[in-house]
């Protein structure tokens, strides 16, 4: 179980309270540095709140474990490897999120990175040579054929549906072989020309022996898909840009991909320098934040987190977001159902349509529920509602079982508004949280000025009704006080 762990709760207050009004609001920090900048990620918490948290504890206390059971894309794994923490622990269950994680809390070999790097650039050079004329022609033979790229994925003959057909006939007719990949809607979301060169890419990177400079790689290509694909700017939801925007789109997938290693390869440059003479060892899984079940009990020394909002399904589509990239990528041998159904695992997925019988630790929650169902047709989204907080409560109850007695715990959450209720988050994992044997240690205020959230939502699903979303955050400081 490692050393005791002492109470330091006076000293934490103290120091957290010597800080500036608008400290950690960190809006001129360049919040992307070492690995943290290597891909996108929605939500994501910045780093400086992950390196004061760790630094400020571990002047008190001894840190040994870390672990950040919503993971994400591993801003809290990163900054316990600076701190040169002996052992981080991260879950998540979204698979580009392991990927990420794993990508950035690796140091490589970076002499054997520049060398698989140009032996990559020439055969992605010699493939572009052979497949110069493809991409020359495809725009011609399907405007021949009287295709519009923009049409509808519900036209059964049309390029969003039948994409994959279409250009499988059009190099077949050339001689040529290349595997086009078959996912739904692939047309609908990528233009001719991106999907023949991502494919030319990912047969380039799919050659790279060492496994762990191909997934360094896979991330970069990741990114690139995303940013090849139709889907609007600044966007994480699945909406794609406007037809005749689509018509118009012929983006430089290779020039895209080569810009986004390049900065890459700096970036994990720069990180395996700083982390060169630490040795923290990084345990990433697939645990369901609800049952850690490859996590041993008493044995975490803190906990630096931030949960999602709300269910994917209204909040933030995590899985949404990462399908493109896992269709592309052929990550774990991943079914089409085990990607468009990410969002449906995550926290609030079960769906309780007709009701639920309140059960939950939080007064200040069931307040807001009631208020929420004083409208009967707002029954299904109360359930919406109980089911995201019935899944964290549940998750703060796992964490709790494996920190140490007199361990620390940070959330960082949001408070969201539903039916125009604003639902506390903060001081319902408070009440939570007593329960579980968590003392409330300190509240942080903070705005988030640096984080990509829509600047409006519809919290009542009404035409026309918008409120501002969250534009601050709460930063709870709690302390395992019972076992």
Known sequence: MGKKLKIVDTQLINEFERLPLDYWDFKNEDTKELTHGIHTYPAVMVYPISRKIINTVGKYQDIEVLMDPFMGSGTSLVEGMVAGLPKVYGTDLNPLARLISRVKTRKLNLEELEKEVEILQKDIDRKYDEFKFLLEDIYEHIENRGIDIAEKATVKEGWGYNAPNILKEFIE???????????????????????????????SILKIGNPEIREFIKAGF???????????????????????????????????????LSNNIRKIEEFTYICKDKSTEVYIFDNDARELN????????????????????????????SRVSLQWMDLENLNPTDITGIDKSLMGGNKYRNGFEYDLNSKTLKESLDNILENP??????GDVY???????????????????NSYQFWVVGNRTVKKENLKTSQIIIEMGEHYGLKHVHTIARNIPNKVMPSLNSPTNEVGQKVTTMTNEHILVLRKEKL
């Open 387 to 405: 089911s995201f907080y019935k899944d964290l409560e549940k998750s703060i109850e796992t964490i709790t079982k494996k920190c140490k007695l």
């Open 173 to 203: 007719k050339h001689n040529k072989k290349l595997e086009i990949p078959d996912f739904k809607n692939l047309g609908f979301w990528f233009v001719p020309n991106a999907i023949i060169e991502l494919q030319i890419l990912k047969d």
């Open 294 to 321: 490859n996590i041993p009990d008493n044995t975490v020394d803190i906990v630096v987190t931030s949960p999602p909002y709300g269910d994917s399904r209204t909040t933030v589509a995590y899985g949404e977001f």
């Open 377 to 382: 047709k707002n029954l299904e989204r109360a």
């Open 222 to 260: 990741s990114e690139t898909t995303r940013l090849v694909s139709n889907r609007r700017n600044g966007e994480f939801k699945m909406y794609r840009m406007p037809a005749e925007k689509v018509r118009e789109f012929r983006p430089d997938v290779k020039a895209e991909f080569f810009k986004i």
